[in-house]
């Protein structure tokens, strides 16, 4: 076993894990941020994306060790004093959801794109989510919530 110390939405937190727990197991399983999905194991589908020091990473291909030291942000830690972000607001506003289980992944992957570039054009958003599967939608709605997250709806 290792011990391991990190910022988890701007707390520290520690845990003892294997060295081979995967960080979306110690986020779900070690500190209870079920918000964070395990969808495919085998980083194709999105749904455990979460923020590591500022950049999208999808948590089932990192170790929980590695993530020693590091700020990780969850779908959790985005909204402040419990208002949603414009993007989340933009997902409920313009139902960009239907089961809800991709949902985490798409907003924390289009969180970063938005920081990246904050007036996307409707390609360029379906692009940045070649990474995130959604099963349910057809994608439109989703991408109507980056539109609108970003003023241009």
Same mark, same amino acid.
């Given at each position: 076993m290792t011990n391991i110390s990190l910022q988890v939405n701007g707390k520290t937190v520690s845990g003892e894990v294997e060295p081979r727990t995967?960080?979306?197991d110690f986020l779900r399983e070690g500190l209870?941020? !079920? *918000? !964070? $999905?395990?969808?495919? %194991?085998?980083?194709?589908? *999105?749904?455990c994306t979460v923020h590591v020091d500022g950049e999208q990473v999808k948590s089932c291909t990192m170790l929980a060790v590695e993530a020693e030291g590091t700020a990780v942000t969850t779908i959790e830690g985005l909204a402040e004093d419990g208002k949603l972000t414009p993007l989340q607001q933009a997902f409920q %506003?313009? $139902?960009g959801l239907q089961c *809800?289980?991709? !949902?985490? *992944?798409m907003v924390m992957s289009l969180t970063a794109l938005l920081k990246e570039n904050p007036k996307p054009a409707e390609h360029e958003?379906?692009?940045?989510l070649q990474g995130n599967i959604c099963r349910c939608t057809g994608y439109h709605n989703i991408v109507r919530a980056a539109l609108a997250a970003s003023g241009q709806l």
């Amino acid at each position: 076993m290792t011990n391991i110390s990190l910022q988890v939405n701007g707390k520290t937190v520690s845990g003892e894990v294997e060295p081979r727990t995967l960080l979306v197991d110690f986020l779900r399983e070690g500190l209870g941020l !079920t *918000g !964070t $999905h395990v969808g495919c %194991d085998t980083s194709q589908c *999105g749904a455990c994306t979460v923020h590591v020091d500022g950049e999208q990473v999808k948590s089932c291909t990192m170790l929980a060790v590695e993530a020693e030291g590091t700020a990780v942000t969850t779908i959790e830690g985005l909204a402040e004093d419990g208002k949603l972000t414009p993007l989340q607001q933009a997902f409920q %506003d313009e $139902h960009g959801l239907q089961c *809800g289980f991709c !949902t985490p *992944g798409m907003v924390m992957s289009l969180t970063a794109l938005l920081k990246e570039n904050p007036k996307p054009a409707e390609h360029e958003i379906r692009e940045y989510l070649q990474g995130n599967i959604c099963r349910c939608t057809g994608y439109h709605n989703i991408v109507r919530a980056a539109l609108a997250a970003s003023g241009q709806l």
